[in-house]
């Protein structure tokens, strides 16, 4: 006696299967095809075209890089010039001072008033 399995309703299953996989194999290929259409229809840019973007990229990183370094030191500047102009200012006085005897006295005057308070 031989045992037999029954395969009818598998294959009926298993047809279905393969019938879903064709149509999704199908609508693949399509969307390939569709792809594969678009890029050849994108082309290749001019080589001007591309030599002027990477110019414009590279000019633009350029002036970034500047601007970052120009605010970074622009404090560093700034207490220069502050101090040049202290200078400036302590240098101003005393020449007029020295030229002004009586103006150096009455401030002297004031500053010590000022400073008792």
Do not use: C
């Not at 890089?65 to 040049?84: C, D, M, P, R, W």
Request: aromatic fraction near 14%.
């Amino acid at each position: 006696m031989k045992i037999g399995f029954d395969l009818a309703p598998a294959k009926s299953i298993l047809n279905e299967h393969i019938v879903e996989i064709e149509k999704l194999q199908n609508f693949q290929q399509n969307q390939y095809g569709r792809l594969e259409s678009l890029f050849k229809r994108a082309g290749v840019y001019p080589k001007w075209a591309i030599i002027i973007f990477i110019v414009s990229m590279l000019f633009s990183l350029v002036s970034i890089l500047y601007a970052y370094h120009t605010k970074s030191n622009s404090s560093k500047v700034e207490q220069i010039g502050f101090e040049k102009g202290v200078a400036e200012y302590d240098n101003h006085i005393e020449a007029f001072f020295s030229e002004n005897e009586k103006a150096r006295k009455e401030y002297e005057i004031w500053k010590n008033q000022e400073l008792n308070k």
